[in-house]
């Protein structure tokens, strides 16, 4: 699925907690720079953390511009992992190291407010942060003060006639029944929630987001 993402023009996937579900994804992680996980799961002497968190990406138009990106997952509501908000200081300052002045992160969270907070305490670090995870489109994009560009979320792909993309009877009888119930995929019409921003290369702060969601019949 990777590669066909990656044979459409998609230069880089970010995942989540869902990222070892399927455990023929680890080692493919190994074999690429295109697919990250979260930067702050916790590291241990003896078990490294499968996979990367940061990966830069190089312009096909305009060589020599690159974009940095990044992925942390928050903690409320989700698993206890390590501070996403240290583990960003850490991998930003590799990437200033680097010279790249344009750094995109993904923040894969729960909360509003834990994505909010992160967004502020970047700003004007990074070009921009883009909340992920609830698979619905908020719709409070901005420029913050600093000249970060944020969202607290992007949105999901897939079928909007759904809870989550998830079949809605399947669904409503989980939330009826309280019992364990196999989430199924939706099935019909697509569609997807997206950002589109404008960064100046000179300075890595952005100038505009435009947050479209479009229905495909």
Known sequence: MCEDFFAHGVDVI??????????????????TTRVLRPANYPEHPSHKVPGRAVTVVESRKKPGLRLGVIQVMGRVFMDAL??????ADREVEKLDDLGIECILIDFHGEASSEKQA???YLDGRVSAVVGSHSHVQTADERILPSG?????????T????SVIGVKKEISIQKFLTKRPMKYE???GPGGYGAVLI????????????LRFREAIV
């Open 118 to 120: 992160f967004a502020h």
């Open 158 to 161: 897939g079928c909007f006639d």
């Open 14 to 31: 970010t995942t989540g907690n869902h990222a070892w579900d399927q455990r023929q994804i680890i080692p493919y992680m190994a074999t």
């Open 82 to 87: 390590d501070c996403p908000f240290r583990a």
């Open 198 to 209: 404008d960064i100046d290369e000179q300075t890595g702060l952005s100038r505009s987001i």
């Open 185 to 187: 995929p939706a099935e």
């Open 148 to 156: 970060t560009a944020a969202i607290t979320d992007v949105g999901m």
